[in-house]
């Protein structure tokens, strides 16, 4: 067995003293095996799930060719005779559903409805508003410079040709690809069974919801924050409460974790100096390694894996996540460290988040050496460029400065102090949070 720590060291930039968010992302990376299981669930269940396998289309969609217009159809060699107007006889009807059975010779058009098949001989579609129809509907006129041949037809197969890939394995499954899947006519598809993720928090001062808050105690907040993150990715999120400061009862809580779940979070208790058990406990029955990361906020984290049973390498094994107390750092360290490894071990194929460039309307403090994320307001000005602001505090600690803010500032490893007006790169939070 590979220990992490073998692992580890094979990593370039490795310093578990400051290790780079790159480099911690990389071993993460590693560390991260999707689940196999799947199951076969109707389209609509499908939604927020993953594909497990690529979806090959057995039709053309559409299945004939087909107007985009309402208006009349004919063959594109009446354009050709050269005459600067064109007179049609119209020779019949056809409605979306309803096909025009006959056929039309060079002199005649079709009268032809939106989505209705074009008719036999007919490759152009004039739409109605650019013709005259005669006195007794039997005929119309228009200008021959009034439509290209070929033009508002839709073509069979135009949206997804019979027998190429529609939709990939690893896809999450959004609105669009329910819809398109229905346009294919399949109702039930194969997709990854969800991902099974345990939250524990731990500490003496925490208090639950409904409990009173006793001197120098506060509520436990980051329970709710993981498990609402943890529901945005659909994923089954096991909350197993909050446990003590003490090994034993900490030690029971990661055993059935892991015995229930692929992934066990916990919150707190991982800083430097304090609750040193923690750290002897999961050395003895974990692989665990405790990084310090480059990263801000966010930077004490561990990693690694644990096991149902007395020791490691036994009974079930889950990916362990030991992230800081403070919820900002809770917040920044999911989404930046956690998540991409949670879509990977659910089979997703994670995009790169959206990152772009905003002037920053203020001076920010800035260390070289670690990535900063920030918390910042950013929307366009006047001129339609994007200008961010940092939210107030930038304490990890100040859970507000992550409900005002919109996006985070990413100030990367090597940036220093960013002067007013200078260019920062910024991660919106739509399609993340
Ligand atoms: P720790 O990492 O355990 O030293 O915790 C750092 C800070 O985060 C302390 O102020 C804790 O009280 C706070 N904290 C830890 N866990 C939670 C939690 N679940 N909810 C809210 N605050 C927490
Ligand atoms: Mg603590």
């Not at 692992?7 to 370039?12: G, P």
């Not at 200008?143 to 033009?151: C, D, E, P, R, T």
């Not at 990693?303 to 049973?309: E, N, P």
Request: neutral net charge; glycine residues 10%; hydrophobic residues 45%.
């Amino acid at each position: 067995m590979t220990t992490l720590n073998e692992f580890s060291r094979c990593v370039a930039q490795y310093d578990p003293h400051a290790l780079p968010v790159s480099a911690a992302q990389a071993i993460v990376r590693q560390w991260a095996t999707p689940v196999t299981a799947v199951e076969r669930v109707p389209l609509r269940d499908a939604l927020d799930r993953v594909l497990a396998n690529d979806i090959v289309s057995p039709i053309d969609v559409p299945s004939h060719d087909n107007s985009a217009m309402d208006g009349y159809a004919f063959n594109r060699a009446a354009l050709a005779a050269g005459a600067s107007e064109l007179n049609l006889t119209i020779v019949g009807k056809a409605l979306a559903g309803h096909p025009f059975m006959g056929r039309a010779d060079a002199k005649q058009c079709v009268r032809v409805m939106t989505g209705a098949s074009m008719p036999a001989d007919c490759d152009t579609v004039v739409p109605q508003e650019l013709v005259e129809r005669s006195a007794d509907s039997s005929s119309i006129r228009f200008a021959a410079n009034a439509v290209l041949g070929g033009a508002n037809r839709r073509l069979a197969g135009e949206d997804l040709a019979r027998g190429h890939a529609a939709l990939r394995a690893g896809r999450i499954m959004r609105a669009s690809d329910l819809g398109l899947l229905a346009s294919l006519g399949i109702g039930e598809v194969h997709v990854r069974r969800r991902l099974r993720v345990a939250f524990i928090s731990t500490g003496d001062e925490l208090r639950s919801l409904g409990e009173p808050l006793d001197p120098g105690c506060v509520y436990d907040s980051n329970r709710h924050t993981l498990f609402a993150m943890l529901r945005r990715l659909n994923v089954e999120a096991l909350d197993l409460g909050v446990v003590r400061d003490q090994p034993a009862p900490l030690e029971a809580a990661l055993r059935s974790a892991a015995a229930s779940a692929d992934v066990v979070l916990t919150s707190g208790g991982v800083s430097v100096g304090e609750a040193d058990f923690t750290r002897q406990l999961l050395q003895t029955f974990g692989d665990v390694a405790f990084w310090s990361l480059a990263m801000r906020p966010g930077r004490p984290l561990a990693f690694g894996r644990v096991w149902s049973g007395e020791r490691p390498g036994v009974g079930q094994p889950a990916l362990f996540f030991g992230l800081p107390g403070n919820p900002v750092a809770v917040m920044v360290t999911f989404y930046q460290i956690v998540r991409e490894a949670l879509l990977l071990m659910a089979g997703a194929t994670p995009q790169p988040l959206p990152v772009f460039q905003a002037t920053s309307r203020q001076a920010i403090r800035k260390r070289a050496g670690r990535t900063e994320f920030q918390r910042g307001v950013a929307g366009r000005d006047a001129h339609g460029q994007w200008r961010v602001t940092p939210t107030g505090s930038q304490s990890s600690g100040v859970l507000s400065s992550m409900s005002e803010a919109n996006c985070f500032i990413v100030l990367g490893h090597d940036e220093a102090d960013i002067a007013e007006g200078e260019s920062v790169q910024i991660m919106l939070f739509d399609g993340l949070i």
